[in-house]
């Protein structure tokens, strides 16, 4: 008795079509989860904030798209002059920015529209007015002590109290939105005027 056997060869055609179809879903696959990784990295480093209000004049206008390194400080601690974005002590779901100005342990003193830090007179040329309040505060351990560049119109330190370490986002290091004020946020090191 003889058994004939049929082998059956696939179309070219459809195995073709086939293979296009499954190879385009492992790209679509392959590109979503970079994706996916990138935007998780990026989001582990950086935040992106926007400026809403006056309190960061002339350094920062409202309506400004702000990137936020939020590694700077698990290396490093803040310092005098920084800009930094944190969560709001009395509503934490909020987030400001502000330039800090004490750091764990300074006294901070603001007489007759002058900011001293440990009786040492502060040179700000980034301010916006002199501040037209007076106060003294000790920073404590583990806060900061933060004013906005536009003293007499901020909701601050000075107002509120200090900030918490650990409410600390990251460090406010580029503008960039709107594409003409795109550029680095300059964070001078606090510089003492002359006695």
């Known amino acids: 008795m003889n058994d004939f056997y049929t082998e059956s060869f696939p179309d070219p055609e459809e195995a073709e079509s086939r293979g296009g179809f499954v ?9 979503v989860l970079l994706s996916l990784l990138l ?9 992106r904030i926007r400026v809403d209000g006056f309190s960061m004049e002339p350094t920062l206008h409202s309506g400004e798209y702000v990137i936020v390194n939020k590694v700077s400080y698990y290396i490093g601690e803040p310092q005098r002059g920084d800009i930094v974005v944190f969560h709001f002590p009395r509503q934490p779901n909020q987030e ?34 002199d501040p037209a309040y007076d106060g003294t505060w000790t920073v404590p ?9 536009n003293r007499n119109n901020s909701s601050d330190s000075h107002d509120w109290g200090f900030v918490p370490l650990e409410h600390v986002i990251g460090r406010a290091v580029f503008v960039y939105w709107p594409p003409t004020q795109w550029g680095i946020i300059e964070h001078p090191t606090q510089v003492f005027a002359a006695p």
């Open 23 to 31: 190879r385009f879903i492992v790209d679509v696959l392959e590109t």
């Open 39 to 47: 935007f998780l990295a990026i989001n582990a480093v950086s935040a």
């Open 96 to 129: 400001y920015i502000k330039r800090v100005i004490g750091v764990p342990g300074d006294r901070v003193q603001i007489s007759d529209s002058v900011v001293y830090v440990n009786d040492r007179r502060l040179d700000e040329p980034y301010i916006n007015a």
């Open 141 to 149: 351990e583990d806060q900061l002590f933060v004013l906005g560049d």
